[in-house]
């Protein structure tokens, strides 16, 4: 038996709490994973409070992120006690997730643990910082440099946010950060954002074209605000989309494609191919400080989650939760 957050669903009507589990229920996988630290991510929370229809099946254990290490391995992949970390690939959403004290997962979804971050930094960053990383990259693959002028990072007091601001400010980019809780700006200027501008500023419909400002954008909210972002890249700027906290819409135009060849980029963190996922973490491994983490995240147990998902879904958390499983 070991401990679990588990959902359920009765009479269409879900609930989420802390039980005992048999290892004989765990889904089919080729490793074994004793669970050490998982996260709280926005998605984690819609599955948990049932406020969006993350879950696809029941019963299910959320967590899109883990890292442990391996109990058993039926492959030649990994060997009993190495180090691993796993972002996405539906975990948590169709296959149980990491807010357990041990997994069953496929050895092709997971990486080893990178040399220079330990099992606590390693969820610290999660899946958020691990997009961030990815929003990053995608920049500075597409030619945008510190010398190419601003950078806007929105829903900067997000878990992707707080990240891109600290690997921007130190590869050396000015960033504007973009937030509704103007009340954090003493905390995003301590992670290296150089300007805050109110979420207002964007959040509403806009001119289709208006005037030049970002060399690049970092975009984890959608709708209007990515409407906008996009309105006001400069040219042959790049605008990343890797979030939805506004909404899904895109309520745009093609004007800022085709007069200003801004380029849009979507970041998908769930299916990434191994290579992209290595390449991320090892340069997350070299950027990244212990002053980073302490910065950024919040840690909870396993008994605190579900209260905290409400509290994330509300705007009331900043940053990163980390949530140790593992006890002993």
Known sequence: MFKGLLITQKDKKQSAQVVDINEDQLPEGDVLVDVHYSTLNYKDGLAITGKAPVVRSFPMVPGIDLVGQVNHC?????????????????????????????????????????????????????????????????????????DSGEILVTGANGGVGSFAIRLLHSLGYRVVASTGRMEQTDY???????????????????????????????????????ANACASTKYGGVVTSCGLAQGMDFPASVAPFILRGVRLIG??????????????????????????????????????????????????????????????
Not at 276 to 301: K, M, P
């Open 74 to 146: 039926d492959s030649t992949a990994f060997n009993q006690g190495d180090w691993v970390l796993l972002n996405g690939f539906g975990v948590g959403e169709v296959h149980w997730g990491g807010l357990a004290e041990k997994a069953k997962l496929k050895s092709d979804w997971l990486i080893p643990l990178p040399k220079g971050i330990d099992p606590n930094q390693a969820m610290t960053i999660g899946t958020a910082g691990y997009t961030a990383m990815l929003s990053v990259l995608a920049l500075e693959k597409q030619g945008v440099t510190p």
């Open 267 to 328: 970041i998908d963190s769930v299916m990434r191919p191994k290579a992209d996922r290595i390449e991320a973490w090892q340069r997350l491994s070299e950027l990244l400080t212990a002053q980073d983490y302490d910065v950024i995240s919040t840690e909870i147990g396993l008994d605190d989650v579900v209260e905290t998902a409400y509290k994330l879904l509300d705007g009331k958390v900043r940053g990163r939760v980390l949530v140790k499983v593992k006890n002993q």
């Open 188 to 226: 995003l200027m301590s992670l290296g954002a150089n300007e805050i501008i109110d979420r207002a500023t964007l959040s509403e419909p806009g001119k289709p074209l208006q005037k030049e400002r970002w060399a690049g954008v970092i975009d984890c909210v959608g709708s209007h605000t990515l």
